[in-house]
């Protein structure tokens, strides 16, 4: 496609519910990352994908976070056990090359998740 | 650890005034990349500028416009004669190949 698609555009969860939320990246994109956007706040990292490879997981809040990315192309958040504090915009960016400092990284529209 | 700091939290302004909007940060590494992204109401993250540690040469492209002091850990950029349409929330970024972003700065220009 002609930009990075994520779906659902808005994901109302029950606590304790798992939800997966997708990302598309741009075609032929190498990388693949996830931040977090609390309300108000800037994006926060969680986690980072090279192909179908995760070579960095550190921004993961906790073991109920899981990220995959089988073919080294649509990828997959899942959140398990949803909590109140998951509560969030999910956003998802890809770029054409490796992990470079000055790539630019293109942004989909986020996942809004709102854990009730 | 990388760190960015946006101590503006909310600007208003007058369509064809210039916005200033400031950006401190913290880093151990010697080369790295900043940059500014602008987030409308829409949600996505677009990409405004870059600018790497080795060059402090200030630019403008077309209204917009950089000023990068390494010596104060500061990389401020201004929108020149703002638009209506420049209303958004505005990011600074460090890249260490994954982004760390400041809190944003909300801009709103009145018509």
């Known amino acids: 496609g002609a930009g990075v698609s994520q779906s659902p555009r808005y994901k109302v969860a029950k606590r304790g519910q798992d939800v997966a939320l997708r990302c598309d990246p741009i075609?032929?994109?190498?990388?693949l990352f996830w931040y977090q956007q609390a309300l108000g706040q800037g994006p926060e990292f969680l986690t980072y994908f090279q192909n179908e490879a995760q070579l960095d997981k550190s921004g993961l809040p906790s073991d109920r976070f899981f990220a995959e990315r089988p073919e080294g192309s649509v990828s997959t958040l899942k959140i398990q056990r949803t909590q109140q504090e998951d509560s969030a915009v999910y956003l998802c960016?890809?770029?054409?090359?490796?992990?470079?400092?000055?790539?630019?990284?293109?942004f989909g529209q986020g996942t809004r998740l709102t854990v009730v | 650890a990388q760190k960015v700091t946006q101590a503006q939290t909310e600007i208003s302004v007058v369509e064809k005034e210039d916005v200033t909007l400031d950006c401190v940060y913290e880093t151990r590494d010697t080369t790295y990349y900043l940059f500014w992204y602008k987030q409308p109401p829409s949600g996505e993250l677009v990409f405004l500028i870059r600018r790497n540690s080795f060059d402090e040469q200030n630019e403008i492209s077309g209204r917009y416009s950089w000023n990068f002091q390494k010596s104060t850990s500061s990389f401020n950029f201004t929108i020149t004669a703002s638009q209506v349409v420049d209303s958004a929330v505005y990011f600074c970024a460090l890249n260490d190949y994954k982004l760390s972003f400041g809190a944003g700065t909300t801009v709103t220009v009145r018509a």
């Open positions: 075609s032929g994109h190498v990388s």
């Open positions: 960016a890809s770029s054409f090359g490796g992990r470079g400092l000055n790539t630019e990284a293109f």
